[in-house]
């Protein structure tokens, strides 16, 4: 939840049109006060009012001044979309502008260390390091350094406008989290902000294929897979089509754990159920993959993901809460694969057969 305060609800929908009017003829003090009565008033308005404004809001992002608060005006686009504005209008112009200040991120990082000693690290990303030295030190025009420092400084405040799109629609996803992804990882990997819930939410699969080798039994299968933020609730599902449907032997997920994973009304706070792994996660190589992973580590192989399951080498367990609330995950068994099929998938892995382990 972006915002929480709740109030008498009062006129939201000409402050957003004050807003956008103030936004289009370049009037700075105008939109500033305009800015001020819509972030009030998006925590006061009716989600119906929400409704209509989230696009319009969302709207303004390109045009809004890039070293003004465009953050928190995503924010509110981003708050009125968890009270029923449509993401898909809302996406291009929040996501866009995600990208862009990734982007600029990432430049202001990689003029930062053009000119920096080995031992010179990067700065924390805080607005209160930006000062006529530091500007300097990024070099170019002052504007356009201003720009690259605040969005140093403010890229993790777009992460909550981002999953409010993100985790509402798999056409945003398809349309958008791709393109965007490998920045986000890369600012990431400078290990200076915390970008793990864009970073996944990005990398989320839809409608994805996967084959599941159960290596145990000699089994193959074909599963269609989306929406799966992490490999925790993956490694849940897996078992529930699997071990629930009587495929392969061992103790299936509980219908709460289950339920956790796929009911696409989100549970209320965090629950206390759990769920106890019934596999050992394996890529085709036989390197573990991580349930704190995502269904994205999965190597693709002649096309497919490919993902080998065996005995839990020890018994874990974990909280049956799903990494995004709002996503809920699918996995469909699509067919038994035949025994000439998996035969033909196993000879690509490091198994082998399928009986035996690598040595």
Known sequence: MIFKRKREASGFAADVSELEEAVAVRDGDRTGRAFTAVMTGVQSASDAERVLAGPRLAALLPAFPPTGP???????????????????ACAEPILGSVHQDLLDALEFARRWTAVSAADDELPQPDEKIIDGPLLARVGGEVHEATRLALAWCSVEEWQPPALAVLCRSAEVRRRHASAILPACRDLAALERHDLKCL??????????????????TGAGFEVRIGGIGDNFQLHTLLAHILVGGGHVPGTAPSAESVRLAMDPEPAQGRSRTATTGAFELLAPDGERIWNEGLPDD?????????????????????????????LPGTAELTRVLTAG??????????TGNGISRPS
């Open 341 to 350: 099929e998996t035969r033909t998938w196993f000879a690509r892995t490091s």
């Open 199 to 216: 970073a996944y939410a990005l990398a989320v699969l839809d409608d994805e294929p996967l084959v599941v080798l159960h290596k145990p």
């Open 298 to 326: 999965i190597p693709v192989v002649e096309g497919r993901r490919l993902i080998v399951l065996d005995e839990p080498s020890y018994q874990r367990s974990w909280n049956a809460d799903r990494f995004f609330p709002h």
């Open 70 to 88: 465009r953050p928190m005006l995503a924010m509110a686009a981003g708050f009125c979309v968890e009270r029923g504005a449509d993401p898909v």
